[in-house]
């Protein structure tokens, strides 16, 4: 059975940090290019980042660029997202996507899906 579980998702002040994990199981993650995305209460889904399968290569929202990092350890089958500076407008659901093809921005590109880690940024 192929699941994504996020883990790593809390209450945290303006100008803290999170880290974000993904757990992949039933499949490797090694020929997947993974991704975040958020959505927020009343929004639609939007892209947060994306790593290669390699992890040569990343990409990055404009929002969150500079301050969010992703990485990932295919030995370990898991993603991660490093949330540095969060700002009230960067609570959300998170959630981690798996796709078969390139990196991209767009939802309809990953076909397996975790299902959230509310992160919640507020003093």
């Known amino acids: 059975q192929v699941q994504l579980v996020e883990s790593g998702g809390g209450l945290v002040q303006p100008g803290g940090s999170l880290t974000l994990s993904c757990a992949a199981s039933?499949?490797?993650?090694?020929?997947?290019?993974m991704g975040w995305f958020r959505q927020a209460p009343g929004k639609e889904r939007e892209f947060v980042a994306a790593?290669?399968?390699?992890?040569?290569?990343?990409y990055y929202a404009d929002s969150v660029k500079g301050r969010f990092t992703i990485s990932r350890d295919n030995a370990k089958n898991t993603v991660y997202l490093q949330m540095n500076s969060l700002k009230p407008e960067d609570t959300a659901v998170y959630y981690c996507?798996?796709?078969?093809?390139?990196?991209?921005?767009?939802?309809?590109?990953?076909?397996?899906w975790g299902q959230g880690t509310q992160v919640t940024v507020s003093s």
């Open positions: 996507a798996a796709s078969p093809g390139t990196p991209g921005s767009l939802p309809s590109g990953y076909n397996y």
């Open positions: 790593i290669s399968w390699t992890g040569i290569n990343t």
């Open positions: 039933g499949f490797t993650i090694r020929t997947y290019a």
